[in-house]
């Protein structure tokens, strides 16, 4: 379990984060919603140790990683993987070696298990015939399936989803949430999603938190939240 | 009168902002260097990208830098008659001066800004907070490497270039223009000295140095998309070359 508390952060006199609460559950999928510009992926930066809030702690298992330094932060991120908005592959090398990166540097396992391991991976997300490719050469949807694999590749017990439908069309967009969705339910680990998208939230979400204005203004089931009567939520819905 | 003075002012708490800043960046590179893991494999591939790949352009400039020189001293010691020291003028400029410098500014032009941009790059599009995230530090990752192989490779880049200067000047020098070749290759070694060549090599250390410290800098800190890329490489081949210049004179000035 996750729990944030009270967490501000502004940047140069610009108040993003002011005093964000907000618990989310193990192994289920919970994502914040919010307009964009809301401060969602600064949120997430913050949950996986990438920046460190002015005030407030975020509490993992217990332990208030915003207090903790690089050493005790990297062990913490042994048991994290993020999907990055833009994949954030590492372009010099191919998608097979991309996805391999983190088990070879995490993991201390052979070549031919590497090999074994990310072959799987890799044909789970539907990519096979595709491993030798170089990410500039795969389309958007390629990427974040490169993403997803890479994401998933040393078991973490908790991913972090940035914006993973963004930039895609209906029916790539509808084959990640599929993705996302089946791999959920395989091996249910904590996924936090941020996004923007309201018709992806309510069918991926298990606990959907509503970001506005740096603060989380609602949260609860995609039932519960359909039945909020804040104007705000209500017009933001309504589109 | 008060405006110059609050730009002069604050164009100094940049400059010492950056200069601190680069400066940590350094502390941290030179630490994660020696902590494990080794990253042995990042550093054999600067070591090619930075040494092996710079070569040609390093005995390309080289040879031609020799030939004027060799052109240019032939033509003012022919009104003195003293054509002969052209061997010995030129192998100590090559050995103490332009080796080191031009090899330098040649080495930042290629190497440098590749550095700055891919750096940049990486920023921009997430690839090093992705290091974080996996745990791997991307200092100890990325520049700790590209450190090493500038510090390392520059002074055998700055020695490829002097002999290369040199085989051009006894090109032009002894073949082209007929000098005597006893007397030019005689010159050469009663001028040149052994602690000129190690005078030459300690700037080279200092050159290589900076200028990977530099284009990491840059490109680490790199900010704004592709915009911000392009001012990173900018600053990265402007900042790099001024310093270069610079440090020079402060290293002759030691070492005379």
């Not at chain 1, 964000?20 to 919010?34: A, R, S, Y």
């Not at chain 1, 702690?57 to 932060?73: C, H, N, P, R, T």
């Not at chain 1, 895609?168 to 996004?195: A, C, G, M, V, Y």
């Not at chain 2, 000098?179 to 000295?193: C, L, T, Y």
Request: aromatic residues 10%.
């Amino acid at each position: 379990m996750i729990k944030i508390v009270d967490l501000k952060k502004s940047f140069d006199g610009d108040m993003v984060l002011d005093g964000v609460n907000l618990t989310i559950p193990g192994e289920k999928i919970t994502v914040i919603l919010g307009r964009s510009g809301t401060g969602k992926t600064v949120l997430m930066k913050h949950i996986i140790g990438l920046l460190k809030p002015d005030s407030g702690s975020i509490f993992v298992d217990g332990k208030d990683i915003a207090a903790m330094d690089d050493d005790e932060l990297d062990l913490i991120r042994s048991h994290f993987s993020m999907l990055f908005q833009g994949g954030a592959l590492f372009d010099s090398i191919n998608v097979f070696d991309n996805i391999a990166f983190p088990l070879r540097e995490r993991e201390k396992i052979s070549a031919k298990d590497v090999e074994k391991v990310v072959t799987q991976r890799i044909s789970e997300v539907g990519l096979t015939g595709m491993k030798r490719k170089m990410p500039a050469e795969l389309s958007g949807g390629m990427i974040k399936r490169v993403g997803l694999a890479r994401a998933l590749i040393t078991k973490p017990e908790v991913i972090l989803f940035d914006e993973p439908t963004a930039g895609l069309d209906p029916i790539t967009e509808d084959s990640i949430t599929q993705l996302i969705l089946q791999t959920h339910k395989k091996s249910p680990t904590t996924f936090i999603i941020i996004s923007h998208d309201i018709d992806f939230t309510f069918e991926i979400a298990d606990k959907i938190a509503i970001l506005h204005k740096g603060k989380i203004i609602a949260e609860g089931t995609a039932s519960e939240i359909k039945k909020t009567k804040d104007p705000f939520i209500r017009n933001y819905f309504s589109g | 009168m008060k405006r110059p003075l609050f730009t002069f002012g604050n164009w100094l708490i940049e400059i010492t902002r950056e200069f601190g800043k680069c400066m940590l960046l350094f502390m941290d590179a030179l630490h994660y260097l020696f902590t494990r893991p080794f990253r042995v494999h990042n550093t054999l591939v600067q070591l090619e990208f930075i040494g092996i790949k710079s070569m040609n352009i390093i005995v390309f400039s080289g040879f031609f830098t020799g030939m004027v020189l060799a052109l240019n001293g032939y033509h003012v010691f022919r009104m003195l008659n003293i054509e002969s020291l052209v061997g010995g003028t030129v192998a100590i400029a090559l050995v103490r001066e332009m080796g080191p410098v031009l090899a330098a500014i040649m080495v930042i032009a290629r190497a440098g800004s590749a550095i700055a941009a891919e750096l940049g790059t990486m920023k921009i599009t997430e690839q090093v907070d992705a290091l974080v995230t996996m745990s791997i530090n991307p200092v100890q990752y990325l520049v700790s490497p590209r450190i090493f192989a500038g510090f390392t490779m520059m002074p055998i880049l700055a020695t490829v270039f002097s002999i290369t200067g040199l085989i051009g000047s006894y090109f032009i020098g002894v073949i082209v223009l007929g000098i005597n070749e006893g007397s030019f290759m005689a010159n050469i070694r009663d001028i040149v000295e052994l602690e000129d060549f190690f005078d030459g090599l300690i700037k080279s250390f200092v050159f290589g140095l900076l200028f990977s410290l530099i284009s990491c800098y840059y490109g680490f800190y790199a900010s704004g998309g592709a915009e911000g890329v392009g001012k990173a490489v900018n600053k990265a081949v402007v900042v790099g070359c001024v310093t270069i210049i610079v440090s020079d004179y402060f290293l002759s000035a030691l070492m005379i």
